[in-house]
């Protein structure tokens, strides 16, 4: 009986100890991006779906940073550019089939640029302290592709790459099949 | 027997009790997106007397707005709507051709930065604080700093009270032009601060807001 203080002071600590070996608690951004990818055969039947979230661009930094100060960004050319204060030039999505695609925050560029689609309309929807601002755009292709990396661009005089992920593992469309991406760009407020 | 179960009991009261324990020591992890960093510091006599740092409430509805008008899809004339801190409803443009940025969702002229003694919970909908004893001061020009290579955004401010009050939330606005050409301001963040302050006259209260792009 004399052993139990040691006992469970050792429990405690073993248990304490072996925490360390979990992952960091993680912080949720108060802003994130996040994309959704689904594939569809010829037929039209969904074969695969996937959703990851988003890794932001300087790019895509440079666009919000304008909501509180001037603010420059990276177009597609590599030129550092001053923004402005426009906002009305279209959005378009992009995949490309690089590799390898390892995505920086200072990506400006798919690595291999395959096809960008004009995105539809951004909806915005908020529930609770949440707000949810989404596009989507849909790609068919007539031979098969295997995509590695997918990014959102925002024309504004030139191109800017506002995210940039790469799909770990990679999804391939058959030929006939339609790819559809959606980006959610979501603001966890009050959370 | 019923003692054996009680030892059992606690020892796996403690295990789970050391696991949680280790859990909280841990360093928070930002992934992605943007953060919001708040600190607010009471200074009296100059000397540091408290400081709250936050990192949980604070974009508005009217910030939503902003961002949807930044992904608009091309297009010219379109409009979106924002409340302003007097809870006017007011249109702004999405663009227009023929007044070259100045009527932009982004065209502004200021910024400020408010304290409070509400303690109304955050609502995604707020457009101005919820106390009765409010007090406004222009913003800092955000600064700039490169962070491993993020982008760190500072903005600040500073109050000297001429009388005491409990400073519970914080707020920051910014002055767009709407579609009728007037300037109007509007709430893009609000804090409730997760510990009030008590400060007396004589005191300082800074604010900044660090905004985190965090890639």
Known sequence: MRKLPVILLSVFLISFLASSTLPLREERGIMEVFVNLKVYDEKGALIKEITMRDPLTQAMGGFVSRLFSAASATDESGTSRSLGTGVSGPLYICVGTGSPVSPTYSDYMLVNLLQCVRASQATMAIVGNRGNISLSASFSFSQQYTITEVGLRKYLSYNYLLAHDALSPSITVPAGGKLTVTYIIRINSGV | MRREILVALLLISLMFLGVYTGLLMKPKETKGGVSVTLVVRQYRNGSLIKEVVDRKDPFTNNFIQILYATMYNGGDLKT????????????????????????????????????????????????????????????????????????????????????????????????????????????????????????????????????????
Request: proline share 4%; charged share 15%.
């Open chain 2, 80 to 215: 979106y709507t924002m409340k302003d801190v007097s809870g006017t409803s007011r249109n702004l443009y999405i663009s227009r051709a023929d007044c070259s940025g100045f009527c932009s969702p982004l065209y502004a002229t200021g910024n400020y930065i408010y304290i409070g003694d509400g303690t109304t919970p955050f609502s995604i909908n707020d457009y101005k604080l919820s106390g009765t004893n409010i007090l406004k001061t222009k913003g800092s020009t955000p600064s700039e700093s490169a962070v491993d290579p993020k982008i760190n955004y500072t903005i600040s401010a500073s109050f000297s009270l001429s009388s005491a009050m409990t400073v519970s939330e914080v707020g920051y606005s910014k002055v767009l032009t709407a579609s009728d050409f007037y300037n109007y301001e509007f709430l893009l963040m609000r804090d409730v601060l997760s510990t009030p302050i008590s400060a007396l006259a004589g005191d300082t209260i800074t604010v900044t807001y660090i905004i985190r792009i965090n890639g």
